[in-house]
Nanobody, 112 residues
Framework: QVQLVESGGGLVQAGGSLRLSCATS????????MGWYRQAPGKQRELVAA???????TYQDSVKGRFTISRDNAKNTVYLQMNSLKVEDTAVYYCRAGMTYWGKGTLVTVSS
């Protein structure tokens, strides 16, 4: 059983930055991929960014150039650096390990 704990969410003004962290209960060396998803009120959960074990990344078009996903295998942690935040980035952000495990989410609220 893999446990994921997200942190780093909060309230920020548009244009600001936040860094989300996802700490796992097991080594992430064998987990591929690790991803960040988000779900805004009334909308479906969507992929924001993902990173493979080899460090290859993929991003949703709306966050390209603003968000950066990274992983620290030694700390068993995945990060999502979010810059130039927009009101439309407001959502609960979830960490996902492989295709099976989800964290409980962390709320990001961007005010205008």
């Amino acid at each position: 059983q893999v446990q994921l704990v997200e942190s780093g969410g909060g309230l920020v003004q548009a244009g600001g930055s936040l860094r989300l962290s996802c700490a796992t209960s097991v080594s992430i060396l064998s987990i591929n991929p690790m991803g960040w998803y988000r779900q805004a009120p009334g909308k479906q959960r969507e992929l924001v960014a993902a990173i493979t074990g080899l460090g290859a990344t993929t991003y949703q078009d709306s966050v390209k150039g603003r968000f950066t996903i990274s992983r620290d295998n030694a700390k068993n942690t995945v990060y999502l650096q979010m810059n130039s935040l927009k009101v439309e980035d407001t959502a609960v952000y979830y960490c996902r390990a492989g295709m099976t495990y989800w964290g409980k989410g962390t709320l990001v609220t961007v005010s205008s």
